[in-house]
């Protein structure tokens, strides 16, 4: 969920909550918890908020601090979580190749 403030949107999450700048890789988180779990993207979908060299490495970043889950080169979701399995659930099988319909 989005709340924002004055200066800054401020990003709830189930588990923390995240002061976010206006910076494009802010921007870009801010999207992607907007879209909302389970959701696959790819570095197109944000080149209305950066180049998609920033988008690329912005995603690249969040994959490694563990925020977003790398499928496959250029393909990204933000995993749900399965309470039944007590793990991070698969993304939709039909999710990668609209990613890959939305980037080409």
Do not use: W
Not at 3 to 15: Q, V, Y
Not at 46 to 60: N, P, Q, Y
């Amino acid at each position: 969920m989005l709340i924002s403030s004055r200066n800054t949107p401020i990003i709830r999450d189930e588990d923390d909550v995240r002061i976010m700048a206006q910076d494009p890789a802010g921007q870009i988180l801010a999207r992607i918890h907007g879209n909302g779990r389970g959701k696959v993207f790819t570095p197109t979908d944000f080149l209305h908020l950066a180049s998609h060299e920033t988008a690329r490495k912005a995603l690249g970043r969040l994959t490694q601090e563990g925020t977003i889950r790398r499928l496959m080169r250029g393909v990204y979701d933000c995993p749900a979580f399965s309470t039944f399995l007590n793990v991070p659930a698969s993304p939709d099988p039909d999710d990668p190749p609209c990613a890959f319909g939305r980037a080409a």
